[in-house]
């Protein structure tokens, strides 16, 4: 049988391991983002762009192990790229793992009453909420009609008996489908 074929060489390939390293880092990474919460992804602070970049440093080594090669490190990107990939397209045809992956969107006020229950399941405060009213350009929480806390961890508003959807001056960048497009 041609050495190819041998699961021995397989197992004992440093490529593999590779993958298989960074695939398990990918993995906990989303579960670790999902179980502390989406609300820190929608704006990073200092603090929060501070701890991305020391998780990234500190899962370096888990991912490539000794292998600090050209190849070792082109193996472990390829291999967080098609995993990336492949994770889109599964939650994108796949409403039941999405939800479960990235979670749902949650009411936060509607007409004018604060959902406090969503508010406390998402960790905001009632400062942060007035803030994220402030910043859309409505006057208080009362002249909101529908506040969203989307997956993306964006709050969402639309005041004026849901006639106007409200938001910030500054532009956001949104990805679709590969192209960055401006509000």
């Known amino acids: 049988m041609h050495p190819f074929f041998h699961l021995s060489d397989w197992v004992t390939n440093p490529f593999l ?6 695939l398990a880092v990918y993995f906990f990474m989303i579960l670790a983002i999902r179980v502390f919460g989406k609300k820190e992804l929608a704006q990073l ?5 501070v701890f991305i970049l020391l998780i990234s440093n500190s899962v370096q080594n888990a991912m490539v192990g000794p292998d600090t090669s050209l190849e070792g490190g082109l193996i472990a990107a ?4 098609a995993a ?4 889109k397209k599964i939650l994108y045809r796949n409403t039941h793992i999405s939800s479960l992956v990235q979670g749902v969107a949650l009411l936060l006020i509607y007409q004018g009453k604060v959902n406090t229950a ?26 909101v009609n ?6 993306d961890g964006n709050i969402s508003i639309i005041s004026k008996d849901f006639t106007k959807r409200t938001r910030v001056d500054h532009p956001r960048k949104h990805k679709l489908k590969g192209r960055l497009i401006q509000n």
Request: with cysteine; aromatic share 4%.
């Open 17 to 22: 391991i590779i993958i298989i390293r960074s």
């Open 84 to 87: 990336n990939f492949t994770l």
């Open 78 to 81: 390829l291999s967080l790229f």
């Open 45 to 49: 602070s200092v603090i929060d762009l």
């Open 118 to 143: 969503n508010c406390a399941k998402a960790e905001i405060t009632l400062e942060e909420l007035a803030a994220a009213v402030r910043e859309h350009g409505a006057e208080n929480i009362e002249a």
């Open 146 to 151: 529908l506040a969203m806390l989307e997956v």
